[in-house]
T-cell receptor, first 114, second 112 residues
């Protein structure tokens, strides 16, 4: 089975712009979660989607949004980028969600905001 | 906010030695998971231990869970240079379907 893929792998944006990141889960997985990783805050949960519905949401401002498509692929969008949004964004998939089974992580998208 | 706190923050050992990392958490959990991350890449799942389990093994890995002390430990035996990585514990709460909450990790360096 192919692993979790994320595109793009690297991204450079300027303040005020918006960005869309994409995640393709392992085939058959219906749960996709997104995390932000920074040196200062560590790994922080953004949101989880399961069968196209947002099931959980972390404590991030409304500039961060996401969605999941019928094929379980997921996108997250960050609008009005700030310097502090520079981070590694990781997505993870599983068949039922983190409360039930292990998460399979993609390689991440490294976002740099200038 | 982080639920788990790993200890130590950094650990340096010689190849062949055992490495022990500890994780403490604050609230009741459904399960606790350990992950490894190499140099800012994606995380790799190591072991999942459920709240009603006390110990699990996987190859050179041994994980224990003490729910009365709200703590877990990860033991890597006969370490190798390739084990050099950051190790994170993550928990899910026991109140329904909840996301993983990660600690800040232990940075392990295995010197050949």
């Amino acid at each position: 089975k192919a692993g979790v893929t994320q595109t793009p792998r690297y991204l450079i944006k300027t303040r005020g712009q918006q960005v869309t990141l994409s995640c393709s889960p392992i085939s058959g997985h219906r749960s996709v979660s997104w995390y932000q990783q920074t040196p200062g805050q560590g790994l922080q949960f953004l949101f989880e989607y399961f069968s196209e519905t947002q099931r959980n949401k972390g404590n991030f401002p409304g500039r961060f949004s996401g969605r999941q498509f019928s094929n379980s692929r997921s996108e997250m969008n960050v609008s009005t980028l700030e310097l502090g949004d520079s981070a590694l964004y990781l997505c993870a998939s599983s068949s039922q969600g983190p409360s039930y089974n292990e998460q399979f992580f993609g390689p991440g998208t490294r976002l740099t905001v200038l | 906010s982080q639920q788990g706190e790993e200890d130590p923050q950094a650990l340096s050992i010689q190849e062949g030695e055992n490495a022990t990392m500890n994780c403490s958490y604050k609230t009741s959990i459904n399960n606790l998971q350990w992950y490894r991350q190499n140099s800012g890449r994606g995380l790799v799942h190591l072991i999942l231990i459920r709240s009603n389990e006390r110990e699990k093994h996987s190859g050179r890995l041994r994980v224990t869970l003490d729910t009365s002390k709200k703590s877990s430990s990860l033991l890597i035996t006969a370490s190798r240079a390739a084990d050099t990585a950051s190790y994170f514990c993550a928990t899910t709460s026991n109140s329904g379907n909840t996301p993983l909450v990660f600690g800040k990790g232990t940075r392990l360096s295995v010197i050949a």
